[in-house]
Every structure is written in C-alpha cells, then in structure tokens.
C-alpha cells in the first residue's frame, strides 16, 4: 500500500500588537471522523510572521525589543500554553530587537530567533478532533499588526473507530 497524497491547510490569524491573546479555529471536519475511521495526519507544520502584505515586520521604535509568539492546539484556549501541554501540535516565538541608530522603516531583523518552529514529525502527529486552534500574541514592540500564517502538511489515515476516538478524548 502507497503512502497517502499530502495535502496542505493554510490558515492566517492577525494577533495584533497589543500583548493580547486571539486565536481562530482551523475546521478539519472535511478530513477528520472518529467514527467512519478517519483522523489526520500532521507531516510538518511551518509558520511565518508578517504584517498583513506578508512583508516583513516592522518596528514601533528604535532600541525597541519585540516578540511574538504562536501556537497550534486540539483544543480551544484562552492564553499560550506549554508545550507539555497534551492539546499542543506546534509552537514558536520570534524575538526582535531593532538597536538605536535604526533608521526608518526600522526593521525587525537586527535579532531574530524562532524556539521550536518550524515542526516535522518524523512518524506524523496524529489529529483526531475536528478542529485544531491557532492562537497567538505580539507585543508593541512592533510597529503594526503581526499576522501569523501556518502551513500544515498532513495526510488523511484510518485507524479504528475505537482508536480514533480514544485519540480524540485524548487530545480534548
């Protein structure tokens, strides 16, 4: 038997540049059903911070510290989580720091560090809810909203209903 087809869900949230959390559901329900023993397959999750062009960001100021940071859950939240959460698919931050003698428009690449994005899961990451949540928070550091886009590569597979829908519990 062949490996499934990859396919890719594409989903962008404004999260601002207030320090507070947003987050919007990604609906899987055309790929996930527990219960006709299909769920998803998550290969590789990449992510990109922008402002809404998809140009680079830019900073509110000179000698201006930023920071940004998403997350992608099975289930809904109301703050950024760990990663040892048991809902956590994906997750990652940039750091930015624009030093004094920046000129305008101040970029935000003076300093730049991701934590742990993007993610590819050597065995797939197993997605049994019908949705996944894409959250996130940046700080006004920035000198504009910050729009964070995910890529996620996945498969459809089958497992068991039973599985399927102790997989889902387990990610609930």
Avoid at 10 to 37: H, K, M
Avoid at 88 to 93: D, N, T, Y
Avoid at 113 to 123: K, M, R, V
Avoid at 136 to 150: K, L, M, P
Wanted: proline share 2%; glycine share 6%; aromatic share 8%.
């Amino acid at each position: 038997m062949g490996m499934a087809e990859s396919f890719f869900i594409r989903q962008t949230l404004n999260i601002g540049n207030t320090n507070t959390f947003t987050e919007r559901a990604v609906d899987l329900g055309s790929y996930v059903d527990a219960l006709n023993q299909s769920i998803l397959k998550v290969h590789r999750v990449d992510v990109a911070f922008t402002d809404s062009t998809g140009r680079s960001l830019s900073m509110a100021a000179a000698d201006t510290a930023a920071v940004a940071q998403f997350q992608l859950t099975t289930q809904t939240q109301s703050d950024i989580v760990l990663p040892s959460d048991r809902s956590m698919v994906a997750a990652g931050k940039i750091e930015a720091y624009t030093p004094s003698i920046a000129t305008s428009p101040l970029a935000a690449s003076s300093s730049n560090s991701f934590d742990i994005a993007p993610q590819q899961y050597t065995n797939g990451y197993l997605v049994a809810t019908e949705s996944l949540y894409l959250g996130g928070v940046a700080n006004t550091g920035f000198a504009g909203n910050v729009y964070v886009s995910i890529v996620i590569e996945a498969t459809v597979e089958k497992m068991s209903s039973a599985k399927a829908m102790s997989l889902a519990l387990s990610q609930q």
